[in-house]
């Protein structure tokens, strides 16, 4: 094995031959060492770019559960995949649909559990009654440390809560953007249908479950 010393020697002098190259072809005197040390360079900042890309694509969030086109119930009981964010930051759900006035907007669901590169989340609601073939595309979206901490005080569940609220059926607290706020960032989505079929949200499911015990 190369000493430590003796590799960074070399790659002094290979900087140093680099350098007089590109000055003797300022001065004149050389075509063949300006094109030899040209394409040195873009051999390297090919490398380098192409490193970065894998760095990037390595962590990238890629959803794996479902696949583009799908059809799902109302009640979605997981939605995950893979990949990797930023420290401090935050992956959450949301489902996206259009409005009475066919304004497209983005509803916050869940707040994704990431653990060794995965992630999940459980219990998604797509769509309402009587929606049964509509269109919905389902979002993983990033989200930064203050845009996180302002939904986890906001988006609440309260159906299981003795806490006045609203009608059986009706007690969630969700947040609807028509935009997403500056704080959270997109990454992966896939669309899919609500299949046909009289169909419970996910709190009317885990309600029949529970009297059923």
């Known amino acids: 094995m190369t000493p430590a010393p003796r590799f960074w020697s070399l790659q002094a002098e290979a900087w140093r031959q680099a350098w007089r190259n590109l000055r003797d072809v300022w001065d004149g005197r050389s075509r063949v060492g300006f094109w030899v040390t040209l394409g040195a360079a873009v051999v390297v900042i090919g490398a380098l770019i192409g490193a970065a890309n894998w ?12 696949e583009e086109g799908s059809a799902v119930p109302r009640c979605l009981p997981s939605f995950g995949g893979k990949g990797q964010l930023a420290q401090g930051h935050q992956l959450w759900v949301t489902v996206q649909f259009r409005d009475r006035n066919g304004d497209s907007r983005a509803l916050f669901t869940r707040r994704a559990l990431m653990s060794n590169g995965k992630w999940h989340a459980e ?47 009706r007690d969630l607290w969700r947040l609807s953007f028509e935009d997403y706020p500056s704080g959270a960032r997109p990454v992966a989505d896939v669309t899919v249908t609500r299949a046909q079929g009289d169909q419970g949200s996910c709190n009317e499911l885990i309600d029949k479950a529970r009297q059923k015990r």
């Open 55 to 66: 760095w990037v694509a390595r962590d990238a969030i890629v959803i794996t559960s479902l």
């Open 123 to 169: 219990k998604i609601d797509v769509g309402g009654e009587s929606q049964a073939l509509s269109a919905y595309t389902i979002t993983a979206v990033d989200v930064d440390r203050a845009t996180d901490s302002m939904l986890r005080s906001t988006v609440v569940d309260m159906s299981f809560s003795d806490a006045e609220t609203q009608g059986k059926g």
